[in-house]
């Protein structure tokens, strides 16, 4: 699994980090979302869908193919 | 009941519509149209045609596609009241009733004041909140109404504490923004109080320009992007957005836990469970209940029917966090359920930007009531209780209780 954010999409509402906190965060002054990591363990890649699917702005794209 | 998907309004619907026997559940007319299909043709009070969505995923389409406008100055946006577009030409709109860019300019010199991180740090002075406002009420012994003594003051303190609002004028503060949201007030009251707080507040934005501070009135000031009068209007605006919303929620959520023992018991033998129980009871009773209003700013194919630009749809997220595709056995509370998907702050680019700090307070609100008052009961008959149906943030007025 590869993961991409499009931070002009984010409006930092924050579900990504509540959801996956160990791949999503948030930058300390413009809230707006960080990768702490684009590519997931396999233990946390159903929350990573889970938070693309949350994401309001639709930030967040997971990519399947090379995993 | 037959949907109308042409573009006739069904008769049987109204905005807002009766709410029925069950205060928790959406009203059964919704309900009602939803089994029949999730896009309804409805009138509003002025007559106009709008479109109901009762459906999540259609509700959730909506709100996260940018060819539907949160602007009420876009012709044929659906106003929920008289009231509602009156205050169009009297204020001038802050960024939940504007579009991109600008609504992104102005939110994003707030959401760093709403990163997860923040607020988990602001936990322990939530929680001393809390237990001084349990402390008072049960110092002053019940029957109490849990609403006045617990569920509004919390989040008004809360509120005081994140825009940096001296302790010495916390009263102030309090009866200010009691008036400003009571049914009880004239409008005369209303305005006075509404013209005092943002009085207050430009000058205490004033003063936090000359003595900088880590509040969110004091950063916004320092980013120089905004003056004196914008930075006290946000203030109003996050005191109107998470003051009535946050305190009804504890109330009504405490009155959906009174009536399901067995849920209260669970999260009692397990606090771990608060989490998401808070979520099921934000999806359960989802207060913004008369529908979160949208324009069409083009034609929109939505499941094969055709929404015209300029047409006005409402988005019921009530019927949706309801919505049996998604929440199987919906109209019962579980707080052991995955509730979130749910629709109760929203979705799309206007989703709450203060939803870590509202889950903070009413995660902390919640569980401490649990576990301080283990004999909480309703202190009248449930029968007697009265619900805020018609007013913009759903609720019960007064919640009588013992312990």
Not at chain 1, 28 to 35: I, K, S
Request: charge should be negative; charged fraction near 25%; include cysteine.
């Amino acid at each position: 699994m590869h993961v991409t954010i499009d931070q002009d999409r984010c409006c930092g509402a924050g579900q990504c980090v509540l959801t996956a906190p160990t791949v999503f965060d948030q930058g300390d002054d413009d809230g707006l979302v960080r990768l702490r990591t684009d590519r997931p363990e396999p233990a946390v890649q159903s929350d990573v869908r889970l938070a693309a699917a949350l994401c309001p702005g639709g930030a967040i794209t997971v990519h399947d193919s090379n995993t | 009941m037959t949907t109308v998907a042409n573009g006739e309004a069904d008769s049987a619907l109204a905005v807002p519509a009766d709410r029925g026997t069950c205060p928790f559940a959406p009203p059964p007319a919704y309900e009602q149209a939803h089994r029949a299909g999730p896009i309804n043709r409805v009138s509003l009070w002025d007559g106009s045609p709008c479109w109901l969505l009762t459906g999540h995923r259609q509700a959730r389409f909506v709100l996260g596609d940018r060819r539907f406008s949160a602007d009420a100055r876009v012709p044929g946006f659906p106003f929920l009241s008289p009231g509602r577009r009156e205050l169009l030409d009297r204020t001038t709109p802050t960024f939940i009733r504007l579009d991109d860019p600008e609504h992104s300019r102005q939110r994003r010199l707030l959401t760093g004041d709403f990163i997860i991180k923040r607020v988990e740090a602001m936990r322990p002075q939530i929680q001393q909140i809390v237990d001084e406002a349990l402390d008072r009420m049960v110092a002053h012994g019940g029957p109490a109404d849990l609403v006045r003594e617990y569920a509004l003051p919390v989040p008004s303190l809360v509120i005081c504490l994140l825009l940096g609002v001296p302790y010495a004028d916390h009263g102030f503060f309090q009866a200010q923004s009691q008036t400003l949201l009571s049914l009880n007030s004239s409008l005369a009251e209303v305005d006075a109080a509404q013209h005092a707080l943002n009085s207050y507040l430009v000058e205490l934005a004033g003063r936090k320009q000359r003595e900088p501070d880590e509040s969110v009135l004091g950063r916004l000031v320092a980013k120089g992007e905004v003056t004196l009068e914008e930075a006290a209007a946000m203030g109003v605006l996050l005191l109107v957005a998470g003051h009535e919303t946050t305190a009804n929620m504890t109330a009504l959520g405490t009155l959906a836990l009174l009536q399901n023992p067995e849920q209260a018991e669970r999260l009692r033998a397990d606090p771990s469970l608060i989490k998401g129980a808070v979520e099921e009871l934000l999806r359960y009773l989802t207060i913004v209940h008369l529908g979160i209003p949208r324009v069409a700013l083009e034609d929109v194919d939505l499941d094969g029917t055709l929404i015209r630009a300029g047409d006005g749809v409402l988005c019921m997220a009530s019927t949706a966090n309801w919505d049996e595709e998604v929440f199987t056995g919906g109209d019962r509370l579980d707080v052991t359920r995955d509730a979130r998907r749910h629709l109760a702050f929203g979705f799309g680019i206007h989703q709450c930007l203060g939803q870590p700090l509202a889950r903070a307070e009413l995660q902390i609100a919640l569980q401490t009531l649990l576990e301080r008052l283990p004999e909480l009961r309703l202190a009248v008959p449930f029968e007697d209780l009265r619900y805020r149906s018609d007013m913009l943030v759903y609720g019960v007025h007064e919640l009588p209780v013992t312990w």
